[in-house]
């Protein structure tokens, strides 16, 4: 019986490939570091069903095109360099017809020495990440940025209460809880943004109305009724800080710190200060928010 490749449902690509680039043209050096994804489509059904190999564009290939991009051009932020990356593979091989680059910076942050920002030190920053996905085409490009593990905690103004209850219900109703999540959010944008947009604007205005909206004033704080609840609030105020953002996709799993009641075996009473930390099971909560359609 004769068989045959789905149209379009083959690619090949290089995974983790790692890069650092520093920029020393002025006195206070800058670096960023990357892990870039790369994923090519093309003309290849003969590769998989004959072993013929023309045309091919080597894994090796891919990982040597992610430094000479990287020496050849300027950049200062993952979505410029993805752009130009893909670019450069569409434009350099003709037997293409789509290319796809997932980004991921790992952070550096300027190292301070006596209380002075240093020229060239620098040390390991926060725990989140800034990320980009870029796949082009030969008619068009798209564009998406993120932001990964921002992991978030507050010790009150949070509760959960009024839930669906049932013979399979445990959890106790709570109107003052410690409340912690790692805060994932990808965003698309209102027009397809090119090399000069300042995507690390973006990501700072982001970060900086995600976690507004989660904390709330710094001395009232802000209630939370509900994950879902201070998800939708928190998108909201992405969409109304950054102009550009079209949709915002949240993730937010539980965090669980649990209250140990077994203090009451050593005759002390629990107040809310010890909990347990614990990773599993956990609850998965994410939606997206998007601009309402006049």
């Known amino acids: 019986m004769p068989h045959s490749l789905k149209e379009k449902a083959h690619s ?5 490939v790692r890069l650092l680039k520093t920029n020393k043209t002025s006195e206070t050096h800058k670096v960023l570091e990357l892990t870039v994804d ?13 072993g013929d190999n023309t045309g091919l564009i080597a894994t090796d290939t891919m990982k040597n095109t992610v430094y000479v991009i990287a020496k050849k051009t300027k950049f200062d932020s993952l979505e410029s360099y993805g752009l130009q990356l893909t670019n450069h593979f569409l434009k350099t091989y003709p037997m293409l017809s789509a290319v ?29 990440y800034h990320t980009a996905s870029i796949h082009r085409t030969r008619q068009s490009v798209q564009v998406e940025s993120g932001i990964k593990d921002l992991v978030v905690l507050k010790t009150t103004q ?27 959010a990808d965003w698309r944008y209102t027009l397809t943004p090119d090399e000069g947009t300042d995507f690390n604007a973006v990501f ?3 970060r900086a109305a995600l976690l507004e909206e989660f904390f709330g ?7 939370s009724k509900s994950v879902q609840e201070s998800m939708f609030k928190m998108g909201s105020a992405v969409l ?23 203090l009451a075996n050593h005759g002390l009473k629990w107040t809310g200060e010890i909990h347990q930390p614990t990773s599993e099971p956990h609850g998965t909560i994410c939606a997206t928010v998007q601009r309402s359609r006049l």
């Not at 109304?240 to 077994?262: E, G, K, Q, Y």
Request: hydrophobic share 35%; proline share 6%; with cysteine.
């Open 217 to 223: 004033d710094p001395k009232r704080g802000v209630y």
């Open 240 to 262: 109304d800080a950054v102009s550009s953002v079209a949709d915002v996709t949240l993730d937010m799993p539980n965090i669980h710190f649990l209250p140990v009641r077994t």
């Open 158 to 184: 949070s509760g959960f209460v009024g839930f669906f209850r049932d013979q399979n219900t445990s959890l106790p109703e709570c109107e003052d809880r410690l409340l912690s999540t790692s805060v994932s």
């Open 12 to 16: 090949h690509g290089k995974a983790r």
């Open 100 to 128: 796809k680059v997932e980004l991921q910076e790992h952070p550096w942050a300027r190292a301070e020495v006596g209380g002075q920002p240093h020229q060239h030190g620098f040390v390991r920053a926060r725990s989140d």
């Open 38 to 50: 790369i994923t090519l489509w093309g003309d290849y059904d003969r590769v998989y069903t004959h």
């Open 204 to 206: 700072e205005s982001v």
